[in-house]
């Protein structure tokens, strides 16, 4: 099973496992795609070194972490749709794309959000054709969909954040994850 970056910074379980052993056993399995989530805290603050949870990658940059996986990924032929789990770290589960307590979203609170997707389409767009997309936010439970002021309406925040990413690489697709039963 694939594990995400959104936690240490390198894919979880390197501790124990390889980065070469998850690509051996995406490839023995007929994977052709991996979703690859992400903290837009480890994308925005890439100086960051990973720590001994990390294997191979142990003090490495995020950023250097990140661009290898990414290599790796290509270099076994397998397709990558990056994925914002979570804002920040250590991980949290938000229900807004604009932080943990956050009731409403405005322009500033958001700013995190969209420079981490701007960071990364403008880093990975022409050099990493494996990239096919960006899922802009993972499970934005407490969000509105088409109802409720603006600072929660999901629709109207998915939209200005894919737009950014666009603007940056315009061949990604864009993901938007619903909000479950809450207003849509």
């Given at each position: 099973v694939w594990m995400g970056m959104q936690a240490d910074g390198c894919p979880h379980d390197l501790s124990s496992?390889?980065?070469q052993n998850y690509l051996d056993f995406l490839s023995a399995n007929g994977f052709n795609a991996v979703r690859l989530?992400?903290?837009a805290d480890w994308v925005n603050n890439g100086a960051r070194t990973v720590d001994s949870q990390c294997g191979e990658y142990s003090g490495q940059t995020f950023t250097a972490v990140l661009a290898d996986v990414l290599t790796r990924l290509r270099g076994a032929g397998l397709l990558v749709l990056l994925d914002m789990h979570t804002l920040s770290y250590p991980e949290a589960n938000e229900g807004l794309?604009?932080?943990e307590n956050a009731t409403e979203c405005t322009s500033e609170s958001?700013?995190?959000l969209v420079s981490a997707w701007t960071s990364l389409a403008s880093s990975y767009c022409g050099t990493h054709p494996n990239i096919i997309g960006a899922d802009l936010f993972?499970?934005?439970?407490t969000a509105t969909w088409g109802a409720g002021s603006d600072g929660t309406r999901w629709d109207l925040g998915a939209a200005r954040i894919g737009n950014a990413v666009l603007a940056q690489c315009p061949n990604w697709l864009i993901f938007v994850q619903g909000v479950g039963s809450n207003s849509g």
């Open positions: 496992n390889t980065l989530p992400l903290s794309w604009c932080g958001e700013a995190p993972h499970e934005p439970y």
